[in-house]
């Protein structure tokens, strides 16, 4: 298998694109390519796009190459306008790049979404120049990303308050082609944005998967919830360390029930163990051997279930399976957080919950969608 390749961040474009820029007002000429030097230490060179001098200022463009990572940025040029000023360096936003319109991010309200070291690769690249040519003074400089409005709505900004456009990303500068670095630091970004706007007790679950039943259910919204994929120890680290009094988890139980095992990352890649899980807890409750057989055979949790529906044993061996994950959950917490956790089937209800019972409560109370949630469960033994 062929190694991935590795991409440029829409920051290290930003910075390319100015620097060629302010070379091109400098020297008069057009300039075909240019390189930065990106936090990580890399020498990145790229193609200058739409080179263009009108006037006082310099416009050229950047495309974005993600390598192998399946990023909704990958392709598109990103632009900058640099126009020489009397001193100092200023960083702007212009048409596709985000806005950002609530706290909790990195930029104030009302400044564009371009994050912290991109602007500082923007503005070190931009002085590099000048310093090459012995230029006082300084530049204003116009990130714009045509298009990126559009693609926004297929990201986080959304969800983040970041409205008109994309982000200005990247801390090292490189793309990493699927990159669990990258994943976790959406995380990171997305528990830091609840807690700046007052979030107290954070609901979190893997994905989208059992949209309805959440919904039906808890009358929750799953898009209010932090979306954690695989990443479930890291998301609780993160949660206790920015100091939420509490955490929901909410899950499916292909996922959720691997915790059982004490399995804090998910993937399929890392560990499975559900058939397994199930069935030592199976045994425990006095399952047949035919039964268990039948568990060991299955491919989801849901054909494990019927097998356990059939035999009389399903709420019995999850309530098993829930005083494992609860265990589980507590030593990773290790008293810095309060949590709770509910893990349901879409075919077999709610099949196990577990913590505290008030963390659930003020988690679900927070949440703007909640309506009717009874704090029952749907299936009470």
Same mark, same amino acid.
């Given at each position: 298998? *062929?190694?991935?390749?590795?991409?440029?961040?829409?920051?290290?474009? #930003?910075? $390319? #694109?100015?620097?060629?820029?302010?070379?091109?007002?400098?020297?008069?000429?057009?300039?075909?390519?240019? /390189?930065?030097?990106?936090? *990580?230490?890399?020498?990145?060179?790229?193609?200058?796009?739409?080179?263009?001098?009108?006037?006082? #200022?310099?416009?050229?463009?950047?495309?974005?190459?993600?390598?192998?990572?399946?990023?909704?940025?990958?392709?598109?040029?990103?632009?900058?306008?640099?126009?020489? !000023?009397?001193?100092?360096?200023?960083?702007?936003?212009?048409?596709?790049?985000?806005?950002?319109?609530?706290?909790?991010?990195?930029?104030?309200?009302?400044?564009?979404?371009?994050?912290?070291?991109?602007?500082?690769?923007?503005?070190?690249?931009?002085?590099?120049?000048?310093?090459?040519?012995?230029?006082?003074?300084? #530049?204003?400089?116009? $990130?714009?990303?045509?298009?990126?409005?559009?693609?926004?709505?297929?990201?986080?900004?959304?969800?983040?308050?970041?409205?008109?456009?994309?982000?200005?990303?990247?801390?090292?500068?490189?793309?990493?082609?699927? /990159?669990?670095?990258?994943?976790?630091?959406?995380?990171?970004?997305?528990?830091?944005?609840?807690?700046?706007?007052?979030?107290?007790?954070?609901?979190?679950?893997?994905?989208?998967?059992?949209?309805?039943?959440?919904?039906?259910?808890?009358?929750?919204? @799953?898009?209010?919830?932090?979306?954690?994929? !695989?990443?479930?120890?890291?998301? @609780?680290?993160?949660?206790?360390?920015?100091?939420? !009094?509490?955490?929901?988890?909410?899950?499916?139980?292909?996922?959720?029930?691997?915790?059982?095992?004490?399995?804090?990352?998910?993937?399929?890649?890392?560990?499975?163990?559900?058939?397994?899980?199930?069935?030592?807890?199976?045994?425990?409750?006095?399952?047949?051997?035919?039964?268990?057989?039948?568990?060991?055979?299955?491919?989801?949790?849901?054909?494990?279930?019927?097998?356990?529906?059939?035999?009389?044993?399903?709420?019995?061996?999850?309530? *098993?399976?829930?005083?494992?994950?609860?265990?589980?959950?507590?030593?990773?917490?290790?008293?810095?957080?309060?949590?709770?956790? $509910?893990?349901? /089937?879409?075919?077999?209800?709610?099949?196990?919950?577990?913590?505290?019972?008030?963390?659930?409560?003020?988690?679900?109370?927070?949440?703007?969608?909640?309506?009717?949630?009874?704090?029952?469960?749907?299936?009470?033994?």
């Amino acid at each position: 298998m *062929s190694k991935l390749k590795r991409g440029y961040t829409t920051g290290t474009c #930003a910075a $390319i #694109a100015s620097k060629a820029a302010v070379r091109m007002l400098l020297s008069g000429q057009r300039v075909k390519s240019e /390189s930065v030097i990106t936090p *990580s230490g890399e020498d990145i060179e790229a193609e200058i796009y739409c080179a263009e001098l009108n006037g006082g #200022a310099a416009v050229c463009a950047v495309r974005k190459n993600s390598g192998d990572d399946p990023d909704v940025t990958d392709g598109m040029l990103i632009y900058s306008t640099v126009t020489l !000023n009397d001193g100092g360096i200023s960083i702007d936003g212009g048409e596709g790049v985000g806005r950002i319109t609530r706290p909790g991010l990195q930029r104030r309200v009302g400044e564009a979404a371009i994050n912290n070291v991109p602007r500082k690769m923007i503005a070190d690249s931009v002085t590099e120049v000048l310093h090459e040519y012995g230029a006082e003074g300084g #530049a204003d400089v116009l $990130i714009s990303v045509p298009g990126g409005q559009e693609i926004a709505e297929k990201t986080f900004n959304p969800r983040l308050g970041i409205e008109g456009g994309i982000s200005i990303l990247g801390t090292t500068g490189i793309v990493e082609p699927m /990159s669990t670095r990258a994943l976790i630091d959406t995380i990171d970004v997305e528990l830091s944005f609840k807690k700046a706007n007052g979030t107290k007790y954070v609901i979190v679950t893997p994905g989208n998967y059992g949209r309805d039943y959440i919904m039906d259910t808890m009358g929750t919204d @799953i898009d209010a919830a932090v979306k954690c994929s !695989n990443f479930i120890g890291e998301t @609780i680290d993160l949660a206790a360390e920015k100091g939420f !009094n509490g955490m929901l988890l909410i899950g499916h139980a292909g996922k959720l029930i691997k915790l059982a095992a004490g399995i804090m990352n998910t993937h399929s890649r890392v560990a499975d163990g559900r058939a397994e899980i199930i069935c030592a807890h199976a045994a425990l409750m006095g399952a047949p051997k035919g039964v268990l057989e039948r568990i060991m055979g299955s491919v989801t949790v849901d054909e494990a279930s019927a097998a356990l529906e059939e035999c009389g044993l399903l709420r019995k061996v999850m309530k *098993s399976i829930g005083e494992r994950i609860d265990f589980y959950l507590n030593r990773r917490c290790a008293n810095r957080m309060e949590y709770a956790f $509910i893990v349901f /089937s879409n075919v077999y209800g709610e099949l196990c919950r577990g913590g505290n019972e008030d963390v659930m409560r003020e988690a679900l109370n927070e949440n703007l969608s909640y309506r009717h949630w009874d704090g029952k469960r749907k299936h009470d033994d």
